[in-house]
């Protein structure tokens, strides 16, 4: 499992025209929250979530039904429960970019939850695919690069991301009467996963009121922040809670749309994956940064190659299979081509 570095800034930053926000709390004050004990931990996210659940009053579960989505909507349950009240509704972007067990999945969790009554699923606007808005846009998506005539709050962000994660949901916002608005996110996200995550908890902490990206201002609440991947496995284990069996038929640390190109390492990810629905995707992404970026493809031929030569985990075939993708679109010699 890669270990995800902390990092305060990334290594090369472009100055967005305005100034983000300073920090609220302490990158010493994050790691400290981050050390505390997994019943600190639990304790402490059930109290605030009793707490905004009794101070809000229409919310709502942003999920992925990924680890820690599926712990965030246990927390919720038990603390609407603790509190008598009704649980907040459950609502999932489906990206139609998603393995075959995750859907099956989706039920099983819901069932053992008892949110069937509670959950929604948002479609994508006329059916659009990460593949269909890449070949309409010309690229695939990235986090790696940033428009400067964008503003900061919007940058690094895929149109793929905003048409399948966010139109959706933000089409229902608006179609809600003004006096029947939401009021309140809940979101499953921890600082551990990633830089930005990180800095959104120095930079706003776990409670804040949302202004972007959403049709009107709503408040956003992310109890897990401090939370490690070690606490969210232990939380299953002490709950026996069904594990979603996508991760280990797909070699997968971490849920997000099935093909993403857009994160680090997606090429060392899909490549990872033993199945024929991993590799196609794997094939279909090449497919497209060749007509499309030739210059990122060779980075990602690269990246590849690197994988399939250091990854313990590969069987032989598996790694013949791959090398041989690498080298259909791209006919120099590899490292591999030596060992």
Not at 141 to 153: L, M
Request: glycine share 4%; proline share 6%.
């Amino acid at each position: 499992m890669r270990i995800l570095e902390l990092r305060l800034f990334p290594k090369k930053r472009r100055i967005p025209e305005k100034k983000p926000k300073t920090f609220v709390l302490y990158p010493f004050e994050l790691w400290e929250k981050m050390k505390g004990t997994f019943e600190e931990k639990e304790a402490e996210s059930l109290e605030l979530i009793k707490n905004h659940l009794k101070a809000f009053k229409k919310p709502f579960i942003a999920s992925s039904h990924g680890k820690d989505s599926v712990v965030m909507c246990h927390l919720v349950k038990r603390a609407s429960e603790e509190l008598g009240v009704e649980m907040p509704e459950v609502w999932l972007n489906h990206t139609l970019n998603v393995y075959k067990e995750e859907k099956a999945y989706w039920d099983e969790i819901n069932k053992f939850l008892g949110i069937e009554d509670r959950f929604r699923i948002f479609y994508p606007p006329d059916n659009q695919t990460v593949w269909s808005i890449a070949k309409k846009v010309g690229h695939l998506p990235s986090f790696r690069s940033t428009a400067r005539d964008i503003d900061y709050r919007h940058t690094n962000i895929p149109e793929c991301c905003d048409i399948l994660k966010k139109k959706s949901i933000n089409t229902y916002l608006k179609s809600v009467a003004k006096e029947e608005r939401y009021d309140l996110n809940f979101v499953g996200t921890r600082a551990q996963e990633s830089q930005m995550r990180s800095l959104g908890v120095l930079q706003r902490c776990r409670s804040y009121l949302q202004k972007t990206r959403r049709p009107y201002p709503l408040h956003v609440i992310t109890p897990l922040s401090f939370w490690k991947a070690v606490d969210i496995l232990e939380y299953f284990h002490r709950y026996e809670i069904p594990r979603n069996p996508t991760y280990d038929i797909h070699n997968l640390e971490r849920m997000g749309c099935a093909s993403c190109p857009a994160h680090k390492y997606w090429e060392e990810r899909l490549a990872r994956d033993p199945t024929d629905e991993g590799f196609g995707m794997l094939k279909m992404n090449l497919k497209i940064l060749a007509e499309t970026d030739p210059l990122r493809l060779e980075g990602s031929l690269e990246a590849l190659d690197k994988a399939v030569r250091s990854s313990p985990n590969l069987t032989e075939a598996h790694r013949t299979r791959v090398l041989a993708l690498v080298q259909s679109f791209d006919h120099r010699n590899l490292m591999t081509d030596y060992f």
